[in-house]
């Protein structure tokens, strides 16, 4: 079963326009949530860290929440512009003996003009 | 400039051939990482190392090796490629292993084994 997963796969908007992604997991421990943004043919950028229960960091146009006892997390995209078209992928991380990481699949967002 | 760099950005072999994926780190950091990235799959690692002649198995380290020459050089070879070795592979460097560290990819290498 995979331990994080996104929604939606794929999503497309006008720019301008205001987005949601989602991400499910079920990862243990749960100690950090990062969002990486991926443009094409590129490699994985960060966007922001959330740790603690109830967490919300900001950046830019980019929000982020967490929600531990869900096990759920949401990236927020204010005002997308054309750049903002890439993979966002959703990633957890455990302190443990491995301090394991876990990636999703990736929410694949084209804003379009 | 980027911090870290990977050679090839893109490489075709035929199966059974021999393949040195590179990456180099500038950013001073004690781990590297080789992931697979793969349509339906998040990334998933391969090899890691935290620090020179150090190497650790990842989660899909079948058909891998990995060699940490220094700091900031960190290698996968495919010795016997097969064509479900076909994928996107990123490099990565991180201060530390767990915490919040995080983790600073490279632009990736596209490898084609026919």
């Known amino acids: 079963k995979t331990q994080v997963e996104q929604s939606p796969q794929s999503l497309v908007v006008r720019q301008g326009e205001n987005c949601v992604l989602q991400?499910?997991?079920?990862?243990?421990?749960?100690?950090?949530l990062r969002w990486f943004k991926q443009d094409t043919g590129k490699g994985l950028v960060s966007l922001t860290v959330?740790?603690?229960?109830?967490d919300k960091t900001s950046n830019g146009r980019y929000s982020a929440t967490l929600d531990k006892d869900a096990k759920h997390s949401t990236l927020h995209i204010t005002a997308t512009l054309l750049d903002d078209t890439a993979t966002y992928i959703c990633?957890?991380?455990?302190?443990?003996?491995?301090?394991?990481?876990?990636f999703g699949t990736g929410t694949r967002l084209q804003v379009s003009p | 400039e980027a911090a870290v760099t990977q050679s090839p950005r893109n490489k075709v072999t035929v199966t059974g051939g021999n393949v040195t994926l590179s990456c180099r780190q500038t950013?001073?950091?004690?781990?590297m990482y080789w992931y697979r990235q793969d349509t339906g799959h998040g990334l998933r690692l391969i090899h890691y190392?935290?620090?020179?002649?150090?190497?650790q198995i990842g989660d899909v380290p079948d058909g891998y090796k990995a060699t940490r020459t220094t700091q900031e050089d960190f290698f996968l070879l495919l010795e016997l490629a097969s064509p479900s070795q076909t994928s996107l592979y990123f490099c990565?460097?991180?201060?530390?292993?767990?915490?919040?560290?995080?983790?600073?990819f490279g632009p990736g290498t596209r490898l084609t084994v026919l």
């Open positions: 950013n001073s950091h004690n781990y």
């Open positions: 991400c499910n997991y079920s990862v243990t421990p749960d100690n950090h």
């Open positions: 959330l740790v603690h229960e109830n």
């Open positions: 190392s935290y620090g020179a002649g150090n190497l």
């Open positions: 990633v957890v991380g455990s302190f443990s003996n491995t301090d394991k990481v876990v």
């Open positions: 990565a460097s991180s201060e530390d292993r767990g915490g919040y560290a995080e983790q600073f």
